[in-house]
């Protein structure tokens, strides 16, 4: 069974960082592209980031390029989001979720249960 | 505002069919073939319904099917059931500058 748990979500000032963790079980890890989607409090879907099975190519949002960081660590079956500079705006339920294939099909068959992050002063 | 455009809300009685729009500009739906919609229960999460524009992952209904005309795509849901209500979202890969857009997202109602 697929299982994505992401961790390290929290409340965090305007300014500060943040670094959201990804444990999957269940599948190959480094077969497939990974990715972080987020969800404001009662609004929509919006893609965050995107790597690889190999961390050969990566992806971001213009809301978050430059400020955000993904990596992987496929020894440990482990996605990471290390979020800086962390804006009001940023405030969201963080899923990560599996792509259907290696490099990127820009779909996503298995999520997590998100991660909430706050930030506020 | 998002980069693609569904109704707010359907509805349908039980054993209907629905279909649900979402349109994007040629720069996204309309150039690729990589359309997914995802189904979300309150508090849960999303769940990928179809992919590639037509194609329904393992396990996933056949009352469920999805299709695309020029910049708009669509899903529809056949023999409308009670757990079926929920909100769906489309999503598009839109080139190598923003990669992915998705929906507002629509509400459906079973009546």
């Known amino acids: 069974e697929v299982q994505l748990v992401e961790s390290g979500g929290g409340l965090v000032q305007p300014g500060r960082s943040l670094r959201l963790s990804c444990a999957a079980s269940g599948f190959t890890f480094d077969d497939y592209a990974m990715h972080w989607v987020r969800q404001a409090p009662g609004k929509g879907l919006e893609w965050v980031s995107g790597?690889?099975?190999?961390?050969?190519?990566?992806y971001y949002a213009d809301s978050v390029k430059g400020r955000f960081t993904i990596s992987r660590d496929n020894a440990k079956n482990s996605l990471y989001l290390q979020m800086n500079s962390l804006r009001a705006e940023d405030t969201a339920l963080y899923y990560c979720a599996k792509d259907t294939i290696h490099s990127s099909s820009w779909s996503f068959d298995y999520w997590g249960q998100g991660a909430l992050v706050t930030v506020s002063s | 505002q998002s980069a693609l455009t569904q109704p707010a809300s359907v509805s349908g009685s039980p054993g209907q069919s629905i279909t649900i729009s979402c349109t994007g500009t040629s720069s996204d739906i309309g150039s690729y073939n990589l359309v997914s919609w995802y189904q979300q229960h309150p508090g849960k999460a999303p769940k990928l319904m179809i992919y590639?524009?037509?194609k329904r992952p393992s396990g996933i209904s056949n009352r469920f099917s999805g299709s695309k005309s020029g910049n708009t795509a669509s899903l529809t849901i056949s023999g409308l059931q009670a757990e079926d209500e929920a909100d769906y979202y489309c999503c598009s890969y839109a080139g190598s500058s923003t990669y992915v857009v998705f929906g507002g997202g629509t509400k459906l109602t079973v009546l």
């Open positions: 590639e524009g037509s």
């Open positions: 790597i690889s099975w190999n961390s050969g190519t990566i």
